[in-house]
């Protein structure tokens, strides 16, 4: 059913217009009490809660940044069966993002190609936003991650407080922060992922929250591209443990592609992904969190990313391709293969 309006509908339109669309109607049904209550039933049926970053979370799998960049539709993408919502990039500053078109489908590859830019309405609106949801009981149930980027009009001189301006605002509503540096479409911003600068950025982040929230209340973690050189990721990771941070998001989108400016996601980028997630792992050890990331389309993708050292797994261009029930149908796919146990 999905696959028919997707090929006579969503890829005849623009596809930041069909995004838009589809996520007005998830939004308008999550505001129908019965009706999301009756849903939120049928899409978490059988999914299995793992205790990881000290919170219970309802099942595994989550949505990735970029799909819910302004906190807006937490009710219902955990309606549809997401175990968790990873919400932004947000940056302290709100901007228009970059001029349109800024998002492909790569059909052949079942991919998305974006330069997005980080459109969002800014650290401090979004604060509001979850403040808002957290003051209802329902709301403090959800798991929402809250992924931080730097704003364009902040020279890179300044990034760590800039980060720091939007951690503060944010940490008080977020389970855990995700720090990017990773994202292609922001000029400048992985070169942050150099050890030399990404280090100040970490530590003014990891003290505003903690001055927000109080020490350690919520944990940081940092994302990175999957462009990095092996020894660069080795560097990152190294960084991780010698600051105590929470753990590591792997990966983000590649420009390893020809397909035109941007970053790519989707299916291209699980053969990296894995590998860069494995690699982290080894690096860390057994104590920080290792997020897995990066083309995703089935149960079988999640549980390579579990199998390769992930705690948790994410993704967002499979949504596009394979609709409402593919979150469902993953993390029912997780919890058959056993994965659900407390960590």
Known sequence: MYRLLFNQVFRRMDPERAHHLAFTGIRWVAAVPGVAWLLRRWFTRGHAPVEVLGTRFPAPFGLAAGFDKNGVGVRGL?????????VGTITALAQPGNERPRLWR????RAIRNRMGFNNDGAAEVAERLRRLRRR????????????????ATPAEE???????????????????????????????????AVDRLR????????AADE??????????????PDLSDEDVDAVAD?????????????NTTVAHDHGPGGLSGPPLLPRGLAVVARVRARLGEGPVVIGCGGITTADDAR??????????QGYTGFIYEGPFWASRVNRGLARAGVGAAR
């Open 106 to 109: 790569v059909l052949d590859e």
């Open 159 to 193: 990034a760590a407080q800039d980060y720091a301006t939007s951690a503060r605002l944010l940490a008080p509503y977020a389970d855990f922060l995700v720090v990017n540096v990773s994202s292609p479409n922001t000029p400048g911003l992985r070169d942050l992922q």
């Open 137 to 152: 009981r329902s709301g403090r149930g959800y798991v929402v991650g809250v992924n931080i980027g730097k704003s364009r």
């Open 78 to 86: 955990t309606m549809l069966g997401f175990g968790w919502v990873e």
């Open 212 to 225: 927000a929230t109080g020490p350690g209340a919520v944990p940081v973690l940092v994302k990175i591209a």
């Open 304 to 313: 390579a990313y579990l199998d390769a050292g992930a705690d948790l797994v």
């Open 200 to 207: 100040p950025i970490l530590e003014a982040v990891r003290a």
């Open 239 to 251: 960084l991780v443990t010698d600051l105590g941070l929470a753990g590591v998001v792997a990966v």
